[in-house]
């Protein structure tokens, strides 16, 4: 069964400092999605890759997915508190013959204002 | 923006007690799903429904568990008694794509 694991398991960095999350998959990603975690909100959805070498951009926040298709990285831009939370990979969905998503680790993000 | 609504934010019950989890997936999704996560661990894939039936189910799913939309806006889960290994955050989400949108989870405490 595909594993997915993401690093570092927690961060801490200062306001206005760029910061990158990785998500390294066992197999093939056929999609991959970055959501965020907020105690309250659930999980809220941020960018979807599928193809080999797709970057997507979302305000400062940029995600890239590698040419094989099995790692992907979250880059923020000059980071703020509002950044903060968890920040989880999941791979799955119909692109890959399952419905289901399995989910990362998950990233623990806090900003120093 | 439309939204994936749990009802109720906070459950607490005592062991061997049904409990019903209430979801209302955005209005024109057409897949359904219940996730879960255990404090301090991943988030789970429970089940996938669609078109009025399962259509995936993960081993924890067991007969315990069960799944309904009753009418044209609601989807719920239940469990049909529940141990104190059930505590966990449960997730609803709904697609009408790839895309999984989600709510903002029921915590269900387990006495």
């Known amino acids: 069964s595909q594993e997915l694991e993401q690093s570092p398991q927690s961060l801490i960095v200062q306001e206005g400092k760029n910061l990158t999350i990785n998500c390294t998959s066992s197999?093939?990603?056929?999609?991959l999605y970055w959501y965020k975690q907020k105690y309250g909100e659930g999980l809220i959805f941020l960018m979807m890759?599928?193809?080999?070498?797709e970057e997507k951009s979302h305000e400062k926040i940029t995600a890239k997915l590698d040419e094989k298709k099995q790692q992907s990285s979250l880059h923020i831009t000059a980071s703020q508190p509002s950044h903060a939370g968890i920040y989880l990979c999941?791979?799955?969905?119909?692109?890959?013959?399952?419905?289901?998503?399995?989910f990362g680790t998950g990233t623990r993000l806090k900003v120093l204002a | 923006e439309p939204e994936v609504t749990q009802t109720p934010s906070h459950q607490v019950t005592q062991m061997g007690q049904e409990v019903i989890l209430r979801c209302v997936p955005i209005s024109n999704h057409l897949y359904f799903y219940w996730y879960r996560q255990i404090l301090g661990q991943k988030v789970e894939f429970l089940v996938s429904?669609?078109?009025?039936?399962?259509?995936?189910k993960s081993e924890i799913f067991d007969d315990q568990f069960s799944v309904e939309r009753p009418d044209g806006s609601n989807f719920t889960l239940k469990i049909r008694s529940t141990k104190l290994e059930d505590s966990a955050m449960y997730f609803c989400?709904?697609?009408?794509?790839?895309?999984?949108?989600f709510g903002a989870g029921t915590r269900l405490s387990v006495l």
């Open positions: 197999k093939t990603l056929y999609g």
């Open positions: 989400a709904s697609s009408v794509a790839n895309i999984q949108y």
């Open positions: 890759l599928q193809k080999g070498g």
């Open positions: 429904f669609y078109n009025n039936e399962i259509s995936e």
């Open positions: 999941g791979a799955g969905g119909t692109t890959s013959g399952t419905y289901k998503y399995i």
